[in-house]
Antibody, heavy 119, light 110 residues
Framework: QLQLVESGGGVVQPGRSLRLSCTASGFTFSSYGMHWVRQTPGKGLEWVALIWYDGNTQYYAESVKGRFTISRDNSKNTLYLQMNSLRAEDTALYYC????????????WGRGTLVTVSS | QSALTQPPSASGSPGQSVTISCTGTSSDVGTYDYVSWYQQHPGKAPKLMIYEVSRRPSGVPDRFSGSKSGNTASLTVSGLQAEDEADYYCSSYAGSNNYVFGTGTKVTVL
C-alpha cells in the first residue's frame, strides 16, 4: 500500500544544517510532484516547498527561500529537504506529502519527522 | 501569506451535522476553486477529505461535503460519528505556486 516515511529529524543548534528524507513506496514515485509541509502547535500547518515529478522545478515558501532546498532521487524513491541556517522558528514536525493528480492539493501524507532548533 | 481563518472548535451530537468555515481573501479562496480539506487525528498524518472545493477522494464517506461562496469555503459533516472527532484543516492554492492552510478546527462529537 502507499507509504511515505520521513526521517532525519532531530535537535540542532541555530545556524546549523539538517537534511530530511522521505522514502516512498506503493506508487510510481517518479510520476508525482512532492511537497514538504510543516506543522507547529502555534502556527498550524505551513507549506514549505514543492518539487516537480522530474526534479526540474522547485518552489518555496518565502519563509524558507534561500535557506532550504528540496530535491529528489527517483532511482531511490526518495525526497529530500536540505535545511541550512536553521532558526528557532523552523522548529516543527515536517511532513512529506504527495501532490494530487489535479495539482493543487496533497493527497497522501507521511507521519512526519520532528525538527527542533535550539541551543 | 496569512493563514486562512477557521473557528477553533465545533461540536455536535452523533447523527447531527456540523459545518466548518474557512475564510480567506480574494487572492486565494476567492479566486481559485482549489480548496481542500484535511482530517487529522491526534498523532496521525493528515488525510485528504475534500479537494477542488467539493470533490471527494475514493473511500471518503459521502457524509463529508464541501462548498464555497466568495472568500469563504465550508466543510459539512453530516450524520456525525464518533470517529469524526478530529482536527480539520482547510487549504487553498494562493497563486504563484504558493499554498496556504487554515488555522484548524477541533471537532468534538458530544
Amino acid at each position: 500500500q502507499l507509504q511515505l516515511v520521513e526521517s532525519g529529524g532531530g535537535v540542532v543548534q541555530p545556524g546549523r544544517s539538517l537534511r530530511l528524507s522521505c522514502t516512498a513506496s506503493g506508487f510510481t514515485f517518479s510520476s508525482y510532484g512532492m511537497h514538504w509541509v510543516r506543522q507547529t502547535p502555534g502556527k498550524g500547518l505551513e507549506w514549505v516547498a514543492l518539487i516537480w515529478y522530474d526534479g526540474n522545478t522547485q518552489y518555496y515558501a518565502e519563509s524558507v527561500k534561500g535557506r532550504f532546498t528540496i530535491s529528489r532521487d527517483n532511482s531511490k524513491n526518495t525526497l529530500y529537504l536540505q535545511m541550512n541556517s536553521l532558526r528557532a522558528e523552523d522548529t516543527a514536525l515536517y511532513y512529506c506529502a504527495r501532490r494530487g493528480i489535479g495539482g493543487y492539493y496533497f493527497d497522501y501524507w507521511g507521519r512526519g519527522t520532528l525538527v527542533t532548533v535550539s541551543s | 501569506q496569512s493563514a486562512l481563518t477557521q473557528p477553533p472548535s465545533a461540536s455536535g451530537s452523533p447523527g447531527q451535522s456540523v459545518t466548518i468555515s474557512c475564510t480567506g481573501t480574494s487572492s486565494d479562496v476567492g479566486t481559485y476553486d482549489y480548496v481542500s480539506w484535511y482530517q487529522q487525528h491526534p498523532g496521525k498524518a493528515p488525510k485528504l477529505m475534500i479537494y477542488e472545493v467539493s470533490r471527494r477522494p475514493s473511500g471518503v464517506p459521502d457524509r463529508f461535503s464541501g462548498s464555497k461562496s466568495g472568500n469563504t469555503a465550508s466543510l459539512t459533516v453530516s450524520g456525525l460519528q464518533a470517529e469524526d472527532e478530529a482536527d480539520y484543516y482547510c487549504s487553498s492554492y494562493a497563486g504563484s505556486n504558493n499554498y496556504v492552510f487554515g488555522t484548524g478546527t477541533k471537532v468534538t462529537v458530544l
